[in-house]
């Protein structure tokens, strides 16, 4: 059983920057292919980013390109994701999750086996 703890949520202005951090229990963290979801009001939950399990690889949807940042820390059992140039259509409950079957780097919530319990990113406009 793998527990994944996220934080760093808040309220943002537009034009800001956040930083979440999930943190994750378990021996074999460096194992996991690790990703960050994300799901408005009233809307699917959405692939955000994904990174290997020893982050030289990371995926990203179109809409976070060049403004989100996905990293690791394999000694601290932590993923990260640095949100900068915060927009109003980034407000939503952002979800960690981690894919202990593969050592693809997958963008489909299918792909993820173990889900935090989501932190609330609000960026006022």
């Known amino acids: 059983q793998v527990q994944l703890v996220e934080s760093g949520g808040g309220l943002v202005q537009a034009g800001g920057s956040l930083r979440l951090s999930c943190t994750a229990s378990?021996?074999?963290?460096?194992?996991?292919?690790m990703g960050w979801f994300r799901q408005a009001s009233e809307k699917e939950r959405e692939f955000v980013a994904a990174?290997?399990?020893?982050?030289?690889?990371?995926v990203y949807t179109d809409s976070v390109k060049g403004r989100f940042t996905i990293s690791r820390d394999n000694v601290k059992n932590t993923v990260y994701l640095r949100m900068n140039n915060l927009k109003a259509e980034d407000t939503a409950v952002y979800y960690c999750?981690?894919?202990?079957?593969?050592?693809?780097?997958?963008?489909?919530?299918?792909?993820?086996?173990?889900w935090g319990q989501g932190t609330q990113v609000t960026v006022s406009s």
């Open positions: 999750a981690a894919d202990l079957h593969t050592v693809l780097v997958r963008n489909t919530t299918q792909a993820y086996n173990y």
């Open positions: 378990g021996r074999t963290f460096s194992t996991y292919i």
């Open positions: 990174i290997s399990r020893n982050g030289d690889r990371t």
